[in-house]
């Protein structure tokens, strides 16, 4: 049994937070948890919130082992994108795009 959390409208591009990820995926839950928390990165925080949601919701509400859980799977997709504009020479604007992104974790307990 798969166990999910979910971030919304993280305020970092999905590009850059995906770069986190691909550190911890496929990882135990409490390896992963240290990898983030000695990465110099701030979405490193932000995915590490996600992570122990999901090790929590699977430790209440399905009474699974913390110390078993495994990251099955961790992605990031796409998130509202703010448009703002910015002033250029002759009266042209170009565009700012803040995007953020939605952080998405499952978590199961590791098959032996």
Known sequence: MKV???AKDI???PQKVR???DMVRGKKVDEALTILNFSPTP???AVAKVIRSAASNAENNFHMSPADLRIT???ADKGHTL???RPQSRGRASPILKRSSRITVFV????E
């Open 4 to 6: 999910r959390a979910m």
């Open 11 to 13: 305020g970092v591009s």
């Open 83 to 85: 448009k703002r504009f």
């Open 73 to 75: 799977d961790i992605f």
């Open 19 to 21: 770069l986190t990820m």
């Open 108 to 111: 199961a307990e590791r098959e």
């Open 43 to 45: 979405t490193a925080k």
